[in-house]
């Protein structure tokens, strides 16, 4: 078996130094996004964490049919409570499962939380723009649940 | 930190168990792998910020099932592409398909052809994952020692507290340690271009979709 060219200290140094450089282009904002992370850690043991199970984003399209006003469909399952989302350009409705009232708070990192109701069937609406990561937090008379986070 | 334990679990466990400092010293070691990660797919910088953002915040809520040397990187490297192929994909359905135009993520996979391009992708990340396990000091010199246009060694020596004539040295045994690291182990122990634990299997699926 040869050497790999990374034995020897200059060819692993030119390496390693491209690679650096070429992570250095915004490295900035990632490393203040990050510091700001922890702040949403959540200590509660008896939340409910929902993954995204279903994402209309990742379902194969056809090539030739593409429709900009298409509305992004989410799903976040934790049995035995599940979220379903409806994300548009300039709102987000929403379903609890199984159909019931709930308070729901939607965070979203470096913006302020908005609480919002869903009704007797479990509908919900945010009638706004949101860009950037954001989660939803959920409490029904049963179960509390947060979601993962999903950058819109 | 220099001995005994990985300092990466440590670290790991320390932020899990409430630390914020240990959660800074992670963000601060591993922003450059998750910055070329994400670069690698070309986004805008407004995407860019938001996969990283998103990164993140998923961390702060799974790091209490990392304690593992290898698990870390590994969870970045997966989860930024991931997130990444999801613009790309929201993208593909949302620009009108233009069959005459090449779009841009073809035109960006022709600049060297795909195999060199993922090559280098997975060496970079191998290389900054292992730059993540050195010691504070080694790392700081190294990036120091990396930029372009080059710093002085009177530079560097003034920013580390290096004295001139330990540099060389130093860095020497920087670049020894980062051979020993856990992530460049595991790259040098599997084929090139063979994604392992922290190869790109969403960098594979980009150029040959359906065969991930």
Redesign the interface.
Known sequence: MTE?P??D?QR??A?????????????G???E??????A????DEDLL?ASLSF?S??EP?P??R?S?A?A?VMAFTAAPLSVELEVTPDRIVGQIIPPGPAEIRVEM??EVTVRIEADDAGFFQLSRAV???L?LRCETASARLVT????L | MDDGGNPITWLVDA?TA?D?LA??E???R???????VI?SFRLS?AE???????V??????HLAGLREPRALPTWIITTSKR?A??YV??R??????DPLAPSRLDTAAEDVGPDVDLLRAE??EA??AG?AELPPRQREL??L????PPLSYAEISRRTGTPVGSIGPT??RA?ER??QTVA?RDF?ARPPGQAGPLGSAAGRGLDQPGQG
């Open positions: 790999h990374w034995h200290d692993l140094f390496d390693l130094s491209d690679a650096i450089r070429e992570a250095a282009d915004g490295l904002s990632i490393g996004f990050g510091r700001g992370a922890y949403w850690r959540t200590i964490v994402d984003s990742l399209v090539e030739q593409s900009p298409e992004r990192a470096g860009r950037g990561p989660r993962e986070w999903v950058p | 932020a409430g914020e959660w800074q992670i963000v601060n591993y922003s450059p792998l998750l910055a070329s670069r910088p860019t910020q938001d996969i990283a953002q998103t993140w915040l998923r961390l702060v809520e997130e192929l999801r994909s929201n593909r359905r949302t620009v009108p398909h060496q970079h290389l900054l730059l190294l990036i020692l990396a930029e372009d860095r020497g670049l980062l051979r460049f040098l």
